[in-house]
C-alpha cells in the first residue's frame, strides 16, 4: 500500500479547505470500502481527511422530512425507532446490507460512495475503463453473472452495490453536499450516473464537494413496504436482484407506490413505468406478475446474466405480493 498522511478536520467547512489544497486527497469516514480499495491499489491518494470529527451524525424529525447526517453510522439509522415507524423500508434494506460489524462501522455517506463490486474493477490486472478509463471492459464477453441488465454502455456494464440507496431512491431523498462554491441539494435519483463514455465518474458530486446529509420527505409508505434481496447466499452477499417496494393501500387499491430495484444497474434502479402502471390497481397476484413483467422491458443481458430478467420480473412479484400482505 502506498504510503499517506492523515489530516483530521474539525468542521465541514476546514474539511472542504483542506480537500480543496490537494490533488490526491480523499475524504475518509468509516473506511469499510476505501481502504479496501486502498490495499489493492485500485486508489492510492497521498492524503485522507478523516471527517469523523464532524458534526453529521444526527438523526433528526422536523416539519414535513427526516434529516439523516452523513456521518450516521448504517447500524444507527437502520435500529432507530422513529426510522423503524416512519421509514420501514430504508431499515429493512439497511439490514439487508453487510454484516453487523460492517453496519457498526459504515456511515451513510460513505454507503452511497462506495465502489461497485465488479472483480474487474478489482483486478487490477484485468482492463477496466472504471478504474483506468480507454482501458477496456473485461466483463463484456467475460464473467458477467453479477452484471447490468439496464442503463450500461459498451463502456461499463458494473452495478452499484447499496441496499440502503435503492430504498433512497423510492423513497424520493435528496442528497445535501457542501463544496468550495458553496452548498447544494441534489435529487437522489439524479446523484448516481450511468456509465455512458465515462464509467469512472459514479455520482453527480463536483470536485472536492462533501455529502452532509440525506433528507426524506414524509410519506405514506409506512406499513405496506418490502425489501426483497436476492443473493447467491442468505448472509454478507451482495444483491444478484433486490426489490424496494412499498405500497399506500386504501380498500385494498393502489393509491401510491413506490418501486426500485438494486443489482441491475450503475445506479439504483427506479421504476417509475410499474409504478404509474400499478397506481389505481387492485391488489393481485396477477397485476403484480405484470407490474414485473413490464418493468423488464428494455432489459439488455449479456450471456452471464441472462437469468436476471426472469429472476428479477419474479423478485418484483413477490416484493410487492409480501408487502401488500403486510
Given at each position: 500500500m502506498k504510503?499517506f498522511?492523515?489530516?483530521r478536520?474539525?468542521?465541514?467547512r476546514?474539511?472542504v479547505?483542506?480537500i480543496s489544497k ?7 469516514a468509516?473506511?469499510t470500502?476505501l481502504?479496501d ?5 485500485v ?6 481527511i ?5 458534526d453529521l451524525k ?12 452523513a ?6 439509522v437502520a435500529e432507530?425507532v422513529?426510522i ?8 429493512l434494506a439497511l439490514a439487508a446490507g453487510?454484516s453487523q460489524?460492517i453496519?457498526?462501522?459504515?456511515t ?6 462506495q465502489k ?5 474493477y478489482?483486478?487490477?490486472?484485468m482492463p477496466c ?5 480507454k482501458?477496456?471492459?473485461?466483463a463484456i464477453?467475460g ?7 439496464f442503463?450500461?454502455s459498451?463502456?461499463c456494464?458494473?452495478?452499484?452495490p ?5 430504498a ?6 435528496q ?5 468550495p462554491?458553496g452548498?447544494?441539494?441534489?435529487k437522489?435519483t439524479d ?6 463514455n465515462t464509467p469512472e465518474?459514479?455520482n453527480?458530486l463536483?470536485a472536492k ?13 409506512t406499513?405496506n413496504?418490502?425489501?426483497l434481496?436476492v443473493?447467491?447466499?442468505?448472509s454478507?452477499?451482495f444483491a444478484?436482484?433486490?426489490?424496494a417496494?412499498a405500497?399506500d ?6 393509491n401510491?407506490?413506490r418501486?426500485a430495484?438494486g ?13 404509474e402502471f400499478l397506481k389505481g390497481?387492485t391488489?393481485?397476484?396477477?397485476v403484480?406478475?405484470?407490474a414485473?413483467d ?7 443481458t ?7 430478467i426472469?429472476?428479477g420480473?419474479?423478485t418484483?412479484?413477490?416484493a410487492?405480493t409480501?408487502a401488500a400482505?403486510k
Amino acid at each position: 500500500m502506498k504510503n499517506f498522511q492523515i489530516i483530521r478536520a474539525l468542521s465541514s467547512r476546514t474539511a472542504v479547505t483542506n480537500i480543496s489544497k490537494e490533488n490526491e486527497a480523499m475524504f475518509i469516514a468509516g473506511g469499510t470500502n476505501l481502504v479496501d480499495l486502498m490495499k489493492k491499489n485500485v486508489v492510492a491518494p497521498d492524503k485522507l481527511i478523516d471527517i469523523n470529527g464532524l458534526d453529521l451524525k444526527e438523526i433528526e424529525f422536523v416539519k414535513g422530512k427526516v434529516s439523516i447526517g452523513a456521518l450516521a453510522k448504517n447500524s444507527q439509522v437502520a435500529e432507530d425507532v422513529a426510522i423503524k415507524e416512519k421509514h420501514p423500508l430504508l431499515s429493512l434494506a439497511l439490514a439487508a446490507g453487510a454484516s453487523q460489524q460492517i453496519r457498526h462501522m459504515a456511515t451513510v455517506g460513505g454507503n452511497m460512495l462506495q465502489k461497485t463490486r465488479c472483480s474487474y474493477y478489482y483486478n487490477t490486472d484485468m482492463p477496466c475503463n472504471k478504474r483506468t478509463p480507454k482501458s477496456g471492459c473485461g466483463a463484456i464477453g467475460g464473467s458477467n453473472r453479477m452484471h447490468a441488465i439496464f442503463g450500461a454502455s459498451d463502456s461499463c456494464i458494473a452495478v452499484h452495490p447499496s441496499d440502503m440507496c435503492i430504498a433512497l431512491a423510492a423513497l424520493d431523498a435528496q442528497v445535501l453536499v457542501e463544496g468550495p462554491k458553496g452548498k447544494r441539494q441534489i435529487k437522489f435519483t439524479d446523484f448516481h450516473r450511468l456509465p455512458g463514455n465515462t464509467p469512472e465518474k459514479d455520482n453527480t458530486l463536483e470536485a472536492k464537494e462533501l455529502i452532509t446529509s440525506v433528507e426524506i420527505p414524509d410519506h405514506n409508505f409506512t406499513k405496506n413496504v418490502h425489501y426483497l434481496k436476492v443473493r447467491d447466499r442468505t448472509s454478507y452477499a451482495f444483491a444478484l436482484v433486490s426489490v424496494a417496494a412499498a405500497l399506500d393501500l386504501k380498500n385494498n387499491v393502489i393509491n401510491d407506490v413506490r418501486l426500485a430495484m438494486g443489482g441491475v444497474a450503475h445506479k439504483p434502479w427506479r421504476l417509475t413505468e410499474a409504478e404509474e402502471f400499478l397506481k389505481g390497481k387492485t391488489v393481485s397476484e396477477e397485476v403484480f406478475r405484470q407490474a414485473g413483467d413490464l418493468a423488464m422491458k428494455g432489459a439488455r443481458t449479456y450471456g452471464g446474466n441472462d437469468f436476471k430478467i426472469t429472476l428479477g420480473a419474479n423478485t418484483i412479484t413477490e416484493a410487492l405480493t409480501i408487502a401488500a400482505s403486510k
